[in-house]
């Protein structure tokens, strides 16, 4: 496709000077249209799929991480379409393919989560061709689970003397994630802060490798979520995350663990905190969590 224009009058060395523009414009159009078609990977969604015995399958993959064996072609947003430059058509290449999540719910942090495993796939490219890969992938080997509570028949959590509000079980329609039960503390003026931390779990965390808390959480206000490192002496509570008010609507969130497992190297072992101070907002608040578990490496 071109154009046409008429030029005015001028010098002899701007005509020519425009000439040798327009041979390099329509030069640089022909190698665009002689270019290689990429081929183009199609991945509609990433599916977890555990095994018994791992917890809940809730989950929240939002991009596809893809390496080569040599280098790292991106992150790209589900449902993505990952273009590929084809070398010799019908030339079979290895690629990695890796969940990627919000580590601690924040966008500028995303990251493949280490403990999703990641998927080895071999493809024949060819220029302008496609394929659609649909992934289900669950723990990488290596990880192990330590359940928290997913309130489906208890509830780990016990409240602190000065709390005036807690955490209770609770089973009622339109408030339980999933299965029959989901923890849930409501805050007002006569019951304006709750602290609680899991009673004598005793988690003992991997400070040498990936160790993170997945959760799912609803909430109308505030509140944060830690670890308390214990030893023989004494505890250190420690708020890792303020989570905002999500609206009421459940969310799942990956929250890295690592930096405070690695900071408390003298903790023999850690609970998991809860805590909320009622803002106001409105007569009564509340927060709900459900699915707690710490996957780390073994």
Same mark, same amino acid.
């Given at each position: 496709?071109?154009?046409?224009?008429?030029?005015?009058?001028?010098?002899?060395?701007?005509?020519?000077?425009?000439? =040798?523009?327009?041979?390099?414009?329509?030069?640089?159009?022909?190698?665009?249209?002689?270019?290689?078609?990429?081929?183009?990977?199609?991945?509609?969604?990433?599916?977890?799929?555990?095994?018994?015995?791992?917890?809940?399958?809730?989950?929240?993959?939002?991009?596809?991480?893809?390496?080569?064996?040599?280098?790292? =072609?991106?992150?790209?947003?589900?449902?993505?379409?990952?273009?590929?430059?084809?070398?010799?058509?019908?030339?079979?290449?290895?690629?990695?393919?890796?969940?990627?999540?919000?580590?601690?719910?924040?966008?500028?942090?995303?990251?493949?989560?280490?403990?999703?495993?990641?998927?080895?796939?071999?493809?024949? =490219?060819?220029?302008?061709?496609?394929?659609?890969?649909?992934?289900?992938?669950?723990?990488?080997?290596?990880?192990?689970?330590?359940?928290?509570?997913?309130?489906?028949?208890?509830?780990?959590?016990?409240?602190?003397?000065?709390?005036?509000?807690?955490?209770?079980?609770?089973?009622?329609?339109?408030?339980?994630?999933?299965?029959?039960?989901?923890?849930?503390?409501?805050?007002?003026?006569?019951?304006?802060?709750?602290?609680?931390?899991?009673?004598?779990?005793?988690?003992?965390?991997?400070?040498?490798?990936?160790?993170?808390?997945?959760?799912?959480?609803?909430?109308?206000?505030?509140?944060?979520?830690?670890?308390?490192?214990?030893?023989?002496?004494?505890?250190?509570?420690?708020?890792?995350?303020?989570?905002?008010?999500?609206?009421?609507?459940?969310?799942?969130?990956? =929250?890295?663990?690592?930096?405070?497992?690695?900071?408390?190297?003298?903790?023999?072992?850690?609970?998991?905190?809860?805590?909320?101070?009622?803002?106001?907002?409105?007569?009564?608040?509340?927060?709900?969590?459900?699915?707690?578990?710490?996957?780390?490496?073994?």
């Amino acid at each position: 496709m071109g154009y046409f224009c008429r030029p005015e009058p001028r010098a002899v060395n701007q005509i020519q000077a425009a000439l =040798l523009v327009g041979t390099v414009l329509a030069a640089g159009c022909g190698k665009l249209r002689d270019a290689e078609v990429p081929h183009r990977i199609h991945v509609p969604e990433w599916s977890v799929v555990l095994e018994d015995g791992q917890g809940s399958a809730s989950a929240r993959v939002e991009e596809v991480w893809v390496y080569t064996p040599t280098d790292v =072609l991106g992150a790209f947003p589900l449902p993505a379409d990952i273009p590929v430059l084809v070398g010799e058509t019908g030339e079979v290449v290895e690629l990695t393919f890796s969940a990627g999540i919000r580590a601690n719910g924040i966008a500028a942090t995303r990251k493949p989560y280490p403990p999703y495993a990641a998927v080895p796939v071999e493809l024949a =490219l060819s220029e302008g061709g496609t394929d659609t890969l649909s992934f289900e992938a669950g723990y990488a080997e290596g990880f192990e689970v330590l359940f928290v509570e997913d309130f489906e028949t208890a509830n780990r959590f016990a409240e602190s003397v000065t709390s005036t509000a807690e955490v209770v079980r609770t089973t009622a329609d339109g408030q339980v994630f999933e299965g029959v039960g989901s923890g849930r503390a409501e805050l007002s003026a006569s019951a304006a802060t709750v602290w609680a931390q899991t009673n004598e779990q005793q988690y003992p965390l991997n400070p040498n490798g990936p160790c993170w808390l997945e959760f799912d959480y609803a909430c109308t206000q505030s509140f944060a979520i830690g670890l308390n490192p214990q030893n023989l002496i004494q505890d250190n509570p420690t708020p890792i995350l303020v989570l905002n008010s999500s609206d009421g609507a459940w969310k799942k969130i990956y =929250l890295d663990l690592g930096p405070v497992v690695r900071s408390e190297t003298s903790a023999a072992w850690f609970e998991v905190t809860l805590e909320a101070v009622w803002d106001g907002s409105a007569e009564t608040t509340w927060f709900a969590v459900d699915n707690l578990k710490i996957v780390q490496a073994e």
